[in-house]
């Protein structure tokens, strides 16, 4: 017994040291993204190139830069505007629809649904063509909140299936206590489902976040003027002129931009688990 | 507690605040939308937005300049994308490649039929670059401003390998040749660096070594892109490719300026921009520069340059008036102190730009040719780097390669 | 639940109004447009009127080289980088699952790729895996592994590798998320049962392990299928489809069609192809982990 409980120990300290190599190489991108971004831009070619930058060399000038000469922080305003507004909308929308799909009979309800999971398998990039056509004949072109109807469309399908799914565990009794009491439906959805399926709602909250926040090709095709720009296409935009890349540059903004997204994401990490695993396990 | 109706109201208020917000954005007296592909961190974009615009705001009150930079490429993309949507800018800065394509597609504004003073703001410009513009028998847009490519060498590199100034195409491979390498550090280095596969590129060799991309009313290309010169001068830069002795136009490769700068390409064949660019970030280096080599076909450099053209859409009496802004000696003669050689004969004059090292860029002017001024320039472009990459890549001769490619260009120059 | 009363069926209808509005608007009209554009001419020189040529773009798409190039490219990326980053993500959740201390600390720092975007971690892989970049001074340099500089992003197959590289570290924190969640799920029963049977470790993940999860690894295996060929943003950014479109994928290729070419019929129809190819794939995804279900 004794020599199983110390081989069990043994395993343990392996697969720490395994995992603790493995998340070393997970992280080496960011930390170079790091060091690239404190060093001058003159140091980038230097001989032998270095992981680290020498210590007399580090410096906030990419940072300085990106704050004060480029329109950094106007760009990240407009992320976090169309991010914040993507969320809230497929939140409320994708929430009511989960709930009368999850909960009710209604006639055309499965091929409804089909039709959402469905266009959950065809990637959005392929209709960029005629949904370009729609951003123009609505309007929606060049307007920094002509991204989010296309984003909200993007996300619902995703997110109605993850709430559904979270809706129909809520057990019944719950509902029914509330019709016999003479709620109606939307009372039942305000009072019932909002709150009850909050964390669900709260978990695919937070990839919309993520996918509003990082999009980079619609935004780029549809998006021209240097002020509605959001910070993917600004990175971007940052890269391969003139033969001429400001490492230092790019990697500052990067920095800056992956901070908050990082940041939320620790603050909110239990419910990103709870957001993947309950579409997956469910399966 | 919320009612059916209530909720409704305040889905549909929350859908139309989404949807047209932003659709009644505030409009000023008149802005005018002007996309160039000034790099966005670059002097040329700190001149036009800190000193050009504000100067054209204060003259004109009423007009508002909204100017947007894009990259070159990505500016012929999105053009293309706003014509098939009507969402054209007002005016733009086209490099002269690009007029004969938008002027097919019905969206430019003749301005000679359209503007009333038109003769007299031409007769300011320069005719070469006004030529630019011109196609069959209109014209589309005033010369901006024009260039050339000149050679540019280390000088420190060429004195350590014993190698002069290539002034002829033999000479020119042999120096390629002999400066390439490893440096002391046992890094590798190039005599030559080209950045890209397109026409701007490989035009320069193709017409130095006497061959040629069309015929010259420009609606034919087989005998031409596939002559014996047009295949010399592809091979020739190939096995330099080979040789290691070239490169630049790879994905992995350490940018033009950069490797210039730090001793990693010993020559290369750039614009007077490059000059502005290297005192900023490599003030260091020491170079000289010189004439495009020349060949059976003389020293044939590309003739590069812009165009500023206005849109049907535009708003066009302020467009009018800034295109002539932009055209006008101040204008001019401020861009000329960031690299962009001007068109206007007044700017020329001026002591300002004569103290610019403008000289070898107007000589390579005299004896540069422009790129075919054909609609179907950039499909021809893309397709001229895809032939010249499957040679590099030995799937075909330059030969085959060259032959398949004056069919391809003969279909092209049809449509 | 069925709603009888007037009243309840508007309600009902008041919650799906919204939702199924813009699904409508946003997605299902692009879909139908796509497709009856893809029986259209629609290039720059007919911008406007856009007559019916049948089957044209299709034939334009299927003999066209390079959209087999780019075909291939995106299946070989599908291909390597699905079950890549499947192995190595449950690889990483059963090691998690197996020790006490850090599982947090671990779940989160693997986690940090995928919550990277696409721009930022595509351009960090162009530097690094640059000819002159860091990764080649360590293999010629310091691990003296190659002679002279891989020109990594710079011919077909090893610019893709970058990209792969890059989708896989980029994805194994997904993976490991809900594999980890998914073993967690397998009752400690079944391993004790297996271990009275006999079964090593290594028996029991092969005959309780990986049955348990079958539905995970069917969610996963859709899921990133469908990510696989959508893969876009890393091949413009990384090598841009250099050279010469050899490296370009569906996406890429579909995109510079339509914006760098103006040819938006023969876009469509790659585009449409896409979709149903993807469809089909999915679907037989299903059918398969089903048959094994019924085994």
């Not at chain 2, 969402?87 to 019905?106: K, T």
């Not at chain 2, 035009?203 to 290309?221: H, K, M, R, V, Y």
């Not at chain 2, 040789?243 to 614009?271: H, V």
Request: charged share 15%.
């Amino acid at each position: 017994m004794a020599g199983k409980v110390l081989k069990k120990k043994k395993t343990t300290w392996l697969f720490t040291l395994i995992l603790a190599l493995g998340a070393i190489i997970s992280m080496l991108p960011m930390i170079y993204m790091l060091s690239t971004a404190l060093r001058p831009n003159g140091a980038l070619y230097e001989f032998p190139p270095r992981f680290f930058p020498r210590m007399e060399n580090v410096t906030l000038e990419n940072f300085q830069y990106i704050l004060s000469q480029s329109k950094f922080l106007r760009n990240f305003l407009n992320s976090l505007a169309v991010s914040l507004t993507t969320i809230a909308a497929a939140a409320s929308v994708s929430s009511a629809m989960a709930y009368a799909l999850g909960r009710f009979q209604f006639w055309g309800k499965s091929f409804l649904f089909s039709l959402i999971i469905l266009t959950m398998i065809i990637p959005g990039m392929t209709m960029i063509v005629p949904q370009f056509e729609l951003a123009v004949q609505l309007g929606l072109v060049n307007r920094l909140f002509g991204l989010v109807p296309f984003y909200v469309a993007w996300v619902i399908p995703f997110s109605t299936f993850m709430i559904k799914g979270y809706v129909e565990g809520i057990p019944k009794e719950i509902f029914e206590a509330s019709f016999i009491d003479g709620a109606s439906i939307i009372m039942v959805y305000r009072s019932i489902v909002l709150p009850l399926a909050a964390p669900a709602i709260a978990s695919v909250s937070i990839f919309n976040f993520l996918t509003a926040w990082e999009e980079y090709p619609w935004a780029n095709t549809v998006i021209n003027n240097t002020e509605l720009r959001t910070l993917p296409i600004a990175i971007a935009g940052f890269f391969g002129q003139h033969q001429f890349t400001q490492w230092g540059y790019v990697f500052a903004m990067s920095t800056l931009t992956l901070l908050p997204v990082v940041a939320l994401f620790i603050v909110f990490q239990r419910y990103f688990v709870q957001g993947l695993t309950a579409g997956s396990v469910k399966g | 507690m919320l009612k059916p109706k209530r909720f409704l109201l305040v889905l549909c208020l929350i859908m139309s605040v989404v949807i047209i917000v932003p659709a009644v954005h505030a409009s000023e007296p008149v802005t005018l939308n002007f996309w160039h592909h000034y790099s966005a961190q670059s002097k040329e974009n700190e001149t036009l937005t800190n000193v050009l615009i504000p100067q054209f705001e204060k003259e004109n009150p009423d007009i508002k300049v909204n100017a947007v930079s894009h990259e070159w490429a990505e500016l012929h993309d999105k053009i293309l994308i706003s014509v098939s949507t009507n969402q054209l800018p007002d005016v733009m800065r086209a490099d002269i490649a690009w007029l004969p394509e938008f002027q097919q597609l019905g969206v430019l504004v003749p301005l000679n039929k359209e503007m009333a003073d038109f003769d007299s703001v031409a007769g300011q410009l320069l005719d070469s670059a006004m030529s630019t513009a011109k196609i069959a028998g209109d014209t589309y847009g005033l010369g901006l401003n024009t260039n050339s490519k000149i050679l540019f060498y280390n000088t420190d590199m060429l004195n350590a390998a014993g190698v002069n100034v290539p002034t002829t195409t033999d000479e020119w491979a042999a120096a390629v040749r002999k400066l390439s390498g490893n440096n002391a550090q046992g890094q590798q280095v190039w005599g030559w660096n080209e950045p890209g596969l397109s026409g701007w590129n490989l035009a320069p060799f193709i017409w130095s070594f006497g061959g040629s991309l069309t015929n010259d009313e420009q609606t034919a290309a087989s005998g031409h892109i596939n002559s014996a010169e047009t295949v010399n001068a592809i091979e020739t830069f190939v096995s330099l490719v080979s040789e290691g002795a070239l490169t630049g136009f790879n994905s992995g490769d350490i940018p033009m300026t950069d490797g210039f700068g730090t001793g990693r390409y010993a020559m290369m064949l750039e614009g007077p921009w490059k000059i502005a660019e290297l005192t900023g970030a490599y003030p260091d280096v020491a170079y000289g520069t010189a004439m495009m080599p020349a060949g059976k076909g003389g020293s044939v450099s590309v003739l590069g340059g812009e165009d500023i053209a206005m849109f049907n859409s535009a708003n066009k009496e302020a467009a009018w008036k800034f295109m002539k802004f932009m055209t006008s000696e101040f204008a001019q003669t401020q861009m000329a102190t960031v690299g962009q050689i001007p068109v206007s004969k007044a700017a020329l004059d001026s002591q300002t730009v004569q103290e610019q090292e403008f000289a070898p860029f107007l000589e390579a002017i005299q004896t540069a040719k422009a790129r075919p001024t054909v609609a179907a320039w950039s499909k021809m472009d893309n397709e001229l780097m895809v032939a010249v990459n499957a040679v590099i890549q030995g799937e075909k001769s330059a030969q085959q390669a060259m032959d398949d490619l004056a069919v391809v260009f003969d279909g092209l120059l049809k449509e | 639940m069925e709603t009888k009363s007037i009243k309840g069926k508007i309600q009902l209808g008041a919650l799906l109004l919204p939702g199924l509005a813009i699904f409508l608007v946003f997605t299902m009209y692009p879909m139908l447009r796509l497709f009856w554009v893809s029986f259209r001419e629609w290039t720059l020189s007919s911008m406007v009127n856009q007559p019916f040529i049948g089957l044209g773009n299709y034939i334009a798409v299927s003999t066209d080289r390079t959209f087999w190039t780019v075909f291939v490219n995106s299946l070989v990326y599908t291909l390597v980088t699905v079950p890549g980053q499947m192995m190595l993500g449950l690889f990483v959740a059963v090691l998690i699952n197996n020790i006490k201390r850090l599982q947090v600390t671990f779940r989160v720092v693997y986690y940090l790729p995928v919550i990277t975007s696409w721009v930022i971690a595509s351009l960090v892989f162009r530097y690094v895996f640059n000819t002159e970049g860091l990764l080649n001074y360590l293999l010629t340099r310091v691990l003296h592994v190659s002679g002279a500089n891989i020109r990594w992003l710079d011919s077909r197959w090893s610019g893709l590798t970058v990209a792969m590289v890059l989708g896989i570290w980029k994805g194994v924190g997904w993976n490991m998320v809900i594999f980890l969640a998914a073993l967690q799920q397998v009752s400690a029963d079944l391993y004790e049962a297996a271990e009275m049977d006999g079964c090593n470790r290594w028996k029991q993940f092969i005959h309780v392990t990986l049955p348990s999860i079958r539905g995970t690894i069917l969610f996963a295996l859709v899921m990133l299928s469908i990510g696989g060929f959508s893969v876009f943003t890393s091949i413009k950014l990384i090598t841009g489809g250099k050279p010469a479109h050899l490296t370009d994928t569906l996406l890429t290729w579909m995109y510079f069609k339509s914006f760098s070419t103006g040819d938006f019929g023969y876009a469509a129809a790659l585009s449409f192809v896409m979709a149903l190819a993807l469809g089909i794939l999915s679907a037989l995804q299903f059918r398969l982990m089903k048959s094994q279900d019924a085994v």
